[in-house]
């Protein structure tokens, strides 16, 4: 899956620092938009792959590296995905996408499954 960032400064070393950070984290500038270098704040749009939890990939590089968050939409797990994620991360997901909330992982899992039309 992809994840849209956007690495900003106002400092021209700073913010060649970022985009290097976010290079070396996997990071590779998006198609058909281009570097701001002539107002400030600096600012390039960047795309990188993500794991299973899009929430914790960027969140802790803010506030001049951060993730553009995904549309509900856009997310949408497999059964499989879904019972590999930490169990609140599970409710979390459930929570914001249906809902719905509850203590029995199945009838949440089917709940959602539902939801987003896989079943």
Not at 49 to 71: L, R, S, V, Y
Not at 73 to 93: C, G, N, R
């Amino acid at each position: 899956m992809q994840q849209d960032i956007n690495v900003q400064a106002t400092c021209p070393i700073e913010f060649l620092q970022r985009v290097q950070e976010a290079i070396i984290r996997g990071a590779r500038y998006k198609e058909g938009t281009y570097v701001s270098l002539k107002t400030l704040p600096l600012m390039a749009e960047m795309i990188v792959e993500i794991g299973e939890d899009p929430q914790n990939e960027w969140k802790d590089k803010g506030p001049h590296i951060w993730a553009i968050p995904f549309p509900k939409t856009q997310l949408v797990y497999s059964k499989e995905q879904l019972e590999a994620l930490d169990w609140e991360v599970f409710k979390k997901l459930v929570k914001d996408t249906t809902g719905e909330s509850g203590r029995d992982r199945n009838l949440l899992t089917s709940k959602y499954l539902k939801y987003t039309n896989q079943v």
